[in-house]
């Protein structure tokens, strides 16, 4: 009964530092999202995969790269971390048939100094 | 203008009272809404969804859409200090579809004080 597994749930880089954020989901979900949220700004969309073999930009993308590696696992990838970077990011799933609730993961705290 | 706002309180309330929270939006194309709880340090827990006009019941929580207003809320009766947490409104334009283009407002802190 795993749902949506993130790893690390922490994690601290250096300005310039590169690293991958980890997500798979165990609920045949076709959909799957990256979220960061930050204070006073909510959640506010990476990227998304909307089936198995494609992924497109949300409201946020600058600085990030994802990768939906097969139907279970969807990353996201900072190249080079930056400070404005530092918040929680959230991986989400659904089952991609619309109108159905996102399952979040525990989230990944992230500071950049 | 945010496309879905909510007061970000803190709204206290007295244990037992019924805590009433708010949520206004601005795409009128928008079909489904979904309110989720979020305690501190954790992730958002869907609560409730609605997707017609009129009132949804489901336990202690009424979801209530008035579409022709843009406008959700939130109702929790006999409000617990569990209860405590901060309350995401979601909103989603598509009726189906792949991608749900959901956008989330800032969220309300919801204090029930013992």
């Known amino acids: 009964n795993a749902g949506v597994t993130q790893t690390p749930k922490f994690q601290v880089l250096k300005t310039g530092q590169s690293m991958t954020l980890q997500c798979a989901q165990d609920?045949?979900?076709?959909?799957m999202y990256w979220y960061r949220q930050d204070p006073g700004m909510g959640l506010r969309l990476i990227y998304y995969?909307?089936?198995?073999?494609?992924?497109d930009k949300g409201e946020v993308p600058n600085g990030y790269n994802v990768s939906r590696l097969n139907k279970r696992e969807f990353s996201l990838r900072l190249e080079s971390a930056a400070p404005s970077q530092t918040s929680v990011y959230f991986c989400a799933s659904s089952s991609g048939q619309g109108n159905e609730k996102l399952f979040f993961g525990s989230g990944t705290q992230l500071s950049v100094l | 203008q945010k496309e879905v706002e909510q007061n970000s309180g803190p709204l206290s309330v007295p244990e037992g009272a019924i805590a009433s929270l708010n949520c206004t939006y601005s795409d009128r194309v928008s079909q489904s809404f979904f309110w989720y709880r979020q305690y501190s340090g954790k992730s958002p827990e869907l609560i409730m969804s609605i997707y017609s006009n009129g009132d949804k019941e489901d336990g202690r929580f009424t979801a209530q859409l008035n579409k022709a207003s843009q406008y959700v809320s939130l109702l929790i009766r006999d409000s617990q200090p569990s209860d405590s947490a901060t309350y995401l409104c979601?909103?989603?334009?598509?009726?189906?579809?792949?991608?749900?283009?959901?956008?989330f407002g800032t969220g309300t802190k919801l204090q029930v004080i013992p």
């Open positions: 979601a909103v989603n334009p598509f009726v189906s579809g792949g991608y749900q283009k959901v956008t």
């Open positions: 995969s909307a089936s198995e073999g494609t992924t």
């Open positions: 609920m045949n979900h076709n959909s």
